[in-house]
C-alpha cells in the first residue's frame, strides 16, 4: 500500500520533487470495489505496510516540539481539551463502510484498529490559521522558506506581493509546508499539534465519526458532495458553527486538511520525512472529513487545501 502514492490519489498535491498528482478518486462501484488506482506521472514509489501506532503516540521524542512557558489560563482563540482517553481510529467496519462509498478500503486502512488511546491536557485553536494571522507573522519577521526553488516559488503562491486575495482575510492560509506552520507556531510561542491531540479535539471520547456526530450533514462542512455541485474553495473559518467538536473546536471536518506536528515513523526509519495531516478539505469527499481519516504528505508538500492549526501543552 503506498502512503505518498495513496495521497496523490486521494488530492490533488503538487510536492517539491516537482511532481504533479494525477486524477481526483472516484466513487466505489456498486459492488464496493474500487476503482483503478491512478499512478503519479513521475517518479518511483515506496510500499511500507500500514502500522497501528503510526501517527499516535509512537512518534519519536527527539521530532516534538520544544514545551513553551507554561500559560496560566485558556489562551484566546484556544480551547482546552483535558487529559483523559479517547477513542482513536476505526474498527473494520467503519472502514468497510468508508470504502464502499468512495476509493475502496485501502484507502482509510491506516486508520486501523481503533483503540483507546491517553492524551495529556492541551490547548489547541478554535480554528485554523487564517490569512491575516499569517500575514502579522510575515510582517513581524520577514519570514521566507528557505528550501528549493519549488518551495520558493509555491509558498503562498495565490498571494501577490505579500498580500492576501481580496476578501480572504479570514480564510485559512494555504500553500504552507510542513516547515512553514512549525515556524509560526513557534512564534506564536505554540507548536503543531499531535495526530492523537487533533483527533482527540475534533471527536471527543465517544469515537463519532465526524465533529457532530455519526450521521454527516453537509451543512455542517465545506466538502465536495459527489454528483453535486460544492464551494471548489475555502470558506472563512468559523462559516459552519453547526460542525463544532465537543470541545468547540471549528471546521475539524472540511475546508482545509490541516498539519499535525506528527511524522510517519515507518517512513522516518528509511530516512523520509511524511507527515501526518487530518480533517479532510474542500476537495475532499465526506469519508475523508472523518475525524479518523490519515492522509499523508512529504513534510515538503503544500496545496491550495492545506491548512493548519496551533496547539499548547498547560
Known sequence: MFRIGFLILVELFPLFSGRMSAEEPQ???????????????????TQPQAS?????????????????????????????VPAGNFLMGSTDEQVRQ????????????????QRPVHVDAFFIDIHPVTNQQFKEFLDATGYRPLGNRYQRMW?????????????????PVTYVTWSDAKAYAEWRKKRLPTEPEWEKAARGGDGRLWPWGNDFDNEKANVRIWGQEHLADTTPVGSYPAGRSPFGCLDMAGNVFEWTGDLDPEELKKGGEVAILKGGSWKSYDTYARCAFRQFAESAGFGPHIGFRCALSP
Open 155 to 171: 509558498f503562498l503562491r495565490h498571494w501577490s506581493d505579500g498580500i492576501y486575495p481580496p476578501g480572504k482575510a479570514e480564510h
Open 52 to 80: 497501528p501506532k503510526a501517527g499516535g503516540d509512537a512518534v519519536s521524542e527527539e521530532k516534538k516540539s520544544e514545551p513553551n512557558p507554561k500559560p496560566t489560563s485558556v489562551p484566546e482563540g484556544m480551547v482546552l
Open 98 to 113: 468508508a470504502g464502499a462509498r468512495y476509493g475502496g478500503e485501502y484507502v482509510y486502512a491506516f486508520e486501523k484498529p
Open 27 to 45: 466513487p466505489a462501484s456498486p459492488a464496493g470495489q474500487p476503482q483503478a488506482a491512478s499512478e503519479a506521472s513521475s517518479g518511483s514509489q
